[in-house]
C-alpha cells in the first residue's frame, strides 16, 4: 500500500504526494512521487497513464511539505520524483527528478 497525501493550493489545484515501494529487492527503500494537477483523481490519473496501474490515495498520512510543493510547482511537467529511504527522512542533497529519467530507466 502506498502512503501519501495531498495538499490544496489556493488557486483550487493540488498537489498529491506518494511513496511507493520499490519493486526491486536490491533497489532504493522506495520513490516518492509529486504530481500537481486540478484535483486529485486527475493526478491520479496522470500517474496512472505513465504504467502506475495499482496507485491509490487514502487518507492524508504523509502530505506534501512547503518546499517539495514548491519543487514540484517550479517544474514544468507539474511531475518529479525522488527515492525514499527506509526512515521517511529524505536525504537533503537528491535532487527531484523528472519523471522521463525514471521511464527511461
Known amino acids: 500500500m502506498a502512503a501519501g497525501g495531498f ?15 520499490s519493486p526491486a529487492a536490491d533497489g532504493p527503500a522506495g520513490v516518492r512521487f509529486l504530481v ?10 496522470r500517474l496512472r497513464n505513465l504504467g502506475l496501474r495499482g496507485v491509490y490515495l487514502r487518507g492524508n498520512a504523509a502530505p506534501p511539505t512547503p518546499d517539495e510543493i514548491t ?5 514544468p511537467d507539474g511531475l518529479i520524483w525522488r527515492t525514499a529511504p527506509d526512515n521517511g527522512v529524505t536525504v537533503a542533497t537528491e535532487l527531484w527528478r523528472p519523471i522521463r529519467c525514471l521511464l527511461r530507466a
Open 71 to 75: 519543487a514540484v510547482l517550479h517544474h
Open 7 to 21: 495538499c490544496k493550493l489556493p488557486n483550487g489545484s493540488v498537489v498529491v504526494a506518494l511513496n511507493l515501494p
Open 36 to 45: 500537481h494537477a486540478q484535483n486529485r483523481a486527475r493526478a491520479l490519473t
